[in-house]
């Protein structure tokens, strides 16, 4: 298909210097031209300025826009307001795009006046390149939407007689492009109420509300496991549990009027109630003062009945490791326990020799 539209990709930018320049070189050589490559620096302090500066001089599609330190939440905002393309997609400053990506996808999109296209992705573990998310190719429409690709993303791999078997979508915003106008009318915009949940809030509004999406199952994005990047740098939330019922009442507002069946809306306010939990302990493992951490956390558990809604067995994620491990111990052998098992997986994570295994045992316990 001949390039007829214009591309506009988004690269938030904060001390990315270690891998900047291969990640803005694999989008200019890509087989879609016709784009408009955004490099929103969010006040770096090492040599990414200087890095942004080199390759706007040396192409007219590269734009270059310095700000104050907000965080990649205004930053991206920035971007989409700076954005010329009739289609959108975002890129982190680390990862490497496949030179087919944007042509596989907008050829697609184009065809079916999609609002959405997703492609698979794979991760990048040091020069090791690993399968991350498999979609299968297919055209989605209306409720097509909400049963095979948003299920699958709220239920984050839960087993339910209601979303397919195995299958699970991860909320990441960089393996999608969005039709502009799509997200112009739906006022579709990123925001945050507690760390990088930002790419999950705008990747289901944008499912709630889109009337056809398309899924590739070419590999098209590289995600690299970076844990100098500042999305693995934590902080400890004292007030945590205020904005997790800031964020319920922003998802709920749009989320209810998707879901009809009470019975599924039930079940999903559950499995939210498990991501919650997984999210007080992942904060508690910041805290200074353990103690305080682990009052706050069994304040929480007690205030929203988490032994009578999460006794069944049948709750038990299937999928990653951590979810699965840390609920489990949770259940079985309390607070401390789930603190220290998630302790454990983080450093784990945070050790590249170990990336390997974790990635294996993912892929195994998915096939269970």
């Known amino acids: 298909m001949q390039e007829s539209a214009l591309l506009s990709v988004i690269i938030p930018i904060y001390n990315g210097e270690l891998y900047l320049e291969q990640t803005i070189e694999s989008i200019l050589q890509a087989s879609w031209k016709e784009l408009e490559l955004l490099l929103i620096d969010d006040g770096s302090r090492d040599g990414s300025s ?13 734009h270059y826009i310095r700000t104050e330190n907000h ?15 009739k289609y959108v997609c975002f890129c982190d400053q680390d990862d490497l795009v496949d030179a087919q990506m944007y042509s596989n996808l907008l050829a697609h999109m184009m065809m079916e006046n999609a609002d959405i296209g997703m492609c698979s992705t794979g991760r990048l573990l040091g020069e090791k390149k690993l399968p991350y998310e498999t979609l299968q190719n297919g055209i989605y429409k209306k409720e097509q939407i909400i049963q095979d ?3 699958p993303l709220l239920f984050r791999g839960y087993r339910y007689s209601f979303v397919q078997d195995n299958i699970y979508i991860y909320g990441t915003v960089w393996k999608c492009i969005f039709r502009r106008s799509f997200l112009d009318k ?5 925001c945050k109420f507690i760390d990088y949940e930002d790419d999950w809030i705008m990747v289901t509004r944008a499912l709630a509300y889109a009337a056809c999406v398309i899924t590739s199952d070419r590999v098209g994005y590289y995600w690299r496991v970076n844990h100098t990047s500042s999305s693995h740098k934590k902080s400890f939330y004292e007030d945590l549990p205020e904005r997790l019922q800031q964020y319920d009442k ?15 809306w039930k079940e999903y306010r559950k ?3 498990c991501e919650h939990c997984i999210d007080m302990i992942r904060n508690a493992e910041n805290a200074s003062e353990r103690g305080e951490a682990e009052k706050m956390i069994q304040q929480y558990l007690q205030e929203t009945d988490y032994n009578r809604l999460l006794s069944g067995k049948e709750w038990r994620h299937s999928g990653t490791i951590r979810y699965r491990s840390v609920l489990a111990v949770l259940d079985l052998l309390g607070i401390r326990a789930a603190i220290k098992v998630s302790k454990i997986i983080t450093a784990l994570e945070q050790q590249a020799d170990k990336q390997l295994l974790l990635a294996w045992l993912e892929r195994w316990q998915k096939k269970r």
């Open 186 to 190: 739906n006022e579709l915009w990123f």
């Open 71 to 85: 965080g990649i939440v205004q930053a991206r905002n920035r971007g989409l307001e700076e954005a010329q393309g």
């Open 250 to 264: 922003y998802i709920y507002s749009y989320l209810e009027n998707v879901i009809a069946d009470e019975k599924i």
């Open 149 to 151: 690709l948003l299920y």
């Open 50 to 62: 200087l890095i942004c500066r080199k390759y706007e001089q040396a192409d007219k599609r590269v």
């Open 271 to 273: 499995i939210n109630l």
